[in-house]
């Protein structure tokens, strides 16, 4: 939290901080976080007797000593602190942006070339929850990147390179796995926040293999856990496993170091890697402690030679990011997050997406011979695949030579050249500095955990840092300078309450909870105060219709004769078939009409664009918006049976394609009623060919009928074996596009290279039959494909 002092009565200050950092990097993608509130945290520890260091709703604690600071008071349901957000963010890539989602906000803007220009809109002022920002962008991603500063030849330079991991053999150097799922149970993850994170663990369960071994730790005020120690895959394991999930319920305090000593302190399984995934929003306040410990922990670990990692796994809307950063850090894995507007399914694949993929450990850069001083981090962490190593530091004498990182992956060495030239001068990229003395800071700032010891020197290294580089910290505060200065009178501290962070019970959590004074009435929670909202008692519908006065709007989805008439347009991100969420209102209407009304027994979903871009792309995209349409509907009850989704691309434009308006009109869905009698039963599937592929997954794909062509020329073995393995791919698409609407919770497990029949049967029950005939019918074509490529091999 921040304090601002000295504030004359009746006067108005303005206050401007400009902070630094690093964006998140997996692959071509970055990510952007910009926190608006504090979530209300836990404090354990006894009180202490001196004055209390902030102005906050707790005592500070022996364990907690700024607790104070970090304990503002909460505004109430139905309540405002009146404090609105407006928030503008222009990207400038250097490489062409592909495509950007914002999962927390609605935003006005657009990406073109390599600038994406964002405004939140209008409608979203309360500052309730985290601003992210992912961006995607093109172009060959390089092997190594370096940015350099040196503003004079006889001052310190300063560096940051990004490495990029080697490509490795997957299937060679993945070994037998460990995996504890650790929930947070406290009274802060109370209602949605619980749901999401237990959702994520049955997603996990799913995705194990048959030769992991698991156990399942829940903690709040104390811990419990589903095995002593952990178990090997089976059925009966993941049935215990779900029933234990589905027992949990939130409530009580967070002490986490509890769970911490669970789940690292017994030894691992000899010859298995230990994965801990965290499932929490980390409102706590001993972050120091928490961090300490696992990094201790972690350290023993390898001290016996055993591997240990953990994960952080995010679950809210306005999480503890410094905690969960720091347990992926000192526990040398890595942080995934889910915010309260995302399915946790994403963040699940993703981690196990990562878990699949070979390490890089024992990482060591040999700067061959350059003048490099105090390279950041201090222990280089272990380096996944699609993630970037970044190393920051200083540097004396400019110099070129080539610098090599030396690392183990499953035993073997792997060695990687890099180029690296560290100039004279370069006047570029000045926030390095300050970059470089944050990240010394942070390193340093490891040193002052213990609290029982004293460190001084320390303390004055920070400050000096802090001075130089105008880098905040504990121990150092901006100062403005007025020219006048006002004596006299008694002074008043104020705390400002905050808004409760979206989808937690502050009350639930502990907090202290403002219900009249100091807050603002906002009766329908819509963000738009009751002093001006036309109807206090109705929420708004934020659609671009007249958002301001608070009101809902009339009907937007109309049945007619032939057709389903939607008086709004469903908006996708740029170039993406992601909706945006202003259009879920709409979304949950349609779905709502088409459950009311029965009588409508089949409907076409038509995704439609503007003539930007090639037809390829264009019948591309409308299919998949299409496709994303009638997922959202299934999501929301509507009888997959009664949709079909279809792409027309650009070629059922109802205005000419000839300005802006006009495009923005045709890129549009609309809905077509086919059937409103009764339809004859009877397969849904054809018998299995590549055409068949190609319907199940709605792509264009079909390599098993390229293998099998005999007029197909291959020159290379390696071309056989690449069109093999595009028949594999082809085949989970096609099951996975079939499991987007029949069967959403097996998508995880869909998600594999190779696609197997006996374990999407392990996994699904009697109301998945047409999934397991579709992967079966994929297998067999598959088959055939292997068959034609044996005997291809052999004849050459």
């Known amino acids: 939290t921040q304090s601002v002092a000295n504030i004359p009565p009746e006067s108005t200050i303005d206050v401007v901080i400009r902070s630094l950092q690093d964006l998140t990097n997996d692959g071509d993608t970055y990510e952007l976080v910009f926190p608006m509130v504090l979530g209300p945290r836990y404090f354990p520890g006894g009180a202490l007797a001196s004055p209390p260091s902030g102005a906050g709703t707790k005592a500070d604690t022996d364990r907690v000593p700024d607790a104070s600071r970090l304990s503002p008071p909460v ?3 139905g309540l405002r602190s009146g404090h609105d957000i407006a928030l503008h963010v222009r990207v400038d890539a250097g490489q062409p942006i592909v495509g950007y989602s914002v999962p927390t906000h609605d935003t006005v803007g657009a990406a073109e070339g390599d600038v994406l220009d964002l405004r939140l809109a209008e409608h979203e002022r309360v500052p309730n929850r985290d601003f992210v920002l992912r961006y995607a962008v093109g172009g060959q991603t390089p092997t190594a990147s370096l940015l350099t500063h040196r503003p004079a030849a006889d001052e310190d330079g300063f560096f940051a390179l990004r490495i990029h991991p080697p490509t490795l053999d997957l299937d060679a150097l993945v070994g037998r796995r460990e995996l504890i799922f650790v929930i947070d149970t406290s009274g802060s993850m109370h209602g949605l926040p619980i749901a999401m994170a237990k959702r994520a663990i049955e997603l996990a369960l799913r995705q194990l293999r048959p030769t992991d071994t698991f156990n399942i730790i829940a903690f709040a005020g104390s811990t419990s856990q589903l095995y002593r120690a952990p178990q090997r895959v089976s059925h009966e394991t993941l049935d215990a496993g779900l029933r234990f999930v589905d027992r949990l319920a939130a409530g009580g305090g967070t002490e986490l170091v509890n769970a911490i000593d669970a789940s690292l302190a017994p030894p691992a399984e000899a010859g298995r890697d230990r994965y801990v995934f965290f499932l929490t929003d980390g409102y706590v306040g001993n972050e120091d402690e928490i961090l300490a410990r696992t990094r201790q922990y972690i350290k023993d670990m390898l001290g016996r030679g055993d591997r240990g990692r953990v994960f952080g796994f995010g679950v809210g809307s306005s999480v503890n990011r410094c905690l969960l950063s720091g347990l992926g850090a000192q526990g040398r ?3 995934f997050y889910a915010t309260t507007r995302e399915d946790p399914a994403e963040a699940v694949n993703r981690f196990f997406g990562l878990i699949d993929q070979p390490v890089l450990t024992d990482v060591q850069v040999d700067w061959g011979g350059l003048d490099v001083h105090e390279p950041l981090p201090p222990v280089l962490p272990d380096l996944f695949a699609s993630r970037p190593l970044t190393v920051i530091g200083r540097y004396g004498k400019a110099g070129k030579a080539t610098v090599t ?6 035993g073997r060495a792997v060695e990687m050249p890099i180029e690296v030239e560290l100039p004279e001068a370069d006047a570029r990229n000045p926030a390095l500095g300050p970059l ?13 955990w213990d609290q029982n010891e004293s460190h001084p020197e320390v303390i004055d290294a920070i400050v000096k840092l802090s001075m130089k580089h105008r880098v905040m910290t504990p121990f150092t505060s901006f100062v403005a300078v007025d020219k006048e200065r006002v004596q006299g009178g008694p002074p008043r501290t104020i705390g400002i309450p905050v808004e409760a962070p979206e989808g937690v019970d502050a009350r639930m959590a502990g907090a202290e909870v403002v219900t009249e004074a100091g807050a603002q009435v ?8 009751d002093a001006v909202d036309a109807c206090p008692n109705e929420p708004e519908t934020f659609n671009g219709d007249n958002d301001a006065d608070g009101c809902p709007d009339a009907a937007k989805v109309i049945i007619m004769e032939s057709r389903i008439e939607i008086r709004e347009r469903i908006y996708f991100s740029a170039g993406t078939d992601r909706i ?3 259009s879920l209102p709409l979304i ?3 779905a709502r009409v088409l459950v009311e009304n029965p009588q409508v027994k089949r409907v076409e979903v038509e995704g439609h664009t503007d003539d930007v871009g090639s037809d390829e792309r264009n ?3 409308s299919t998949r918006r299409a496709e994303a349409v009638v997922h959202a509907l299934v999501a929301r009850g509507v009888d997959p049976k009664r949709l079909e989704a279809k792409g027309y691309g650009e070629t059922r434009p109802i205005v000419p394609n000839d300005t802006p308006e006009h495009r923005a009109e045709n890129r549009r869905v609309e809905l077509t009623i086919l059937e409103t009698g009764q339809r004859a039963p009877g397969p849904r599937f054809a018998a299995p060919s590549p055409a068949h592929l190609a319907t199940c997954s709605g792509t264009w794909v079909s390599a098993a009928e390229g293998v099998r062509d005999p007029k197909v020329t291959l020159a290379k073995a390696e071309g056989a074996d690449a069109l093999w393995l595009n028949a594999a791919r082809a085949d989970a698409r096609a099951c996975y596009g079939l499991a987007l609407l029949t069967a959403p919770d097996l998508r995880g497990a869909l998600k594999l290279k190779y696609l197997k029949s006996g374990a999407v049967k392990r996994l699904a029950g009697p109301e998945h039959a047409e999934l397991i005939a579709c992967v079966a019918e994929s297998q067999q074509v598959r088959g055939q494909a292997r068959d034609a490529l044996v005997t291809w091999k052999l004849g050459e």
């Open 436 to 448: 470089w003395a944050r990240a010394r800071i942070d390193a340093l700032g490891t040193g002052l």
């Open 588 to 590: 949950d209407e349609m």
């Open 405 to 410: 990182l030396r690392a183990l992956s499953g």
């Open 333 to 335: 894995g890595t942080t």
């Open 619 to 621: 019948f591309l995209i």
């Open 75 to 77: 505004v109430g349901a």
């Open 580 to 582: 945006e969420k202003r």
């Open 522 to 529: 906002d009766t329908d929670a819509d963000g738009i105060l």
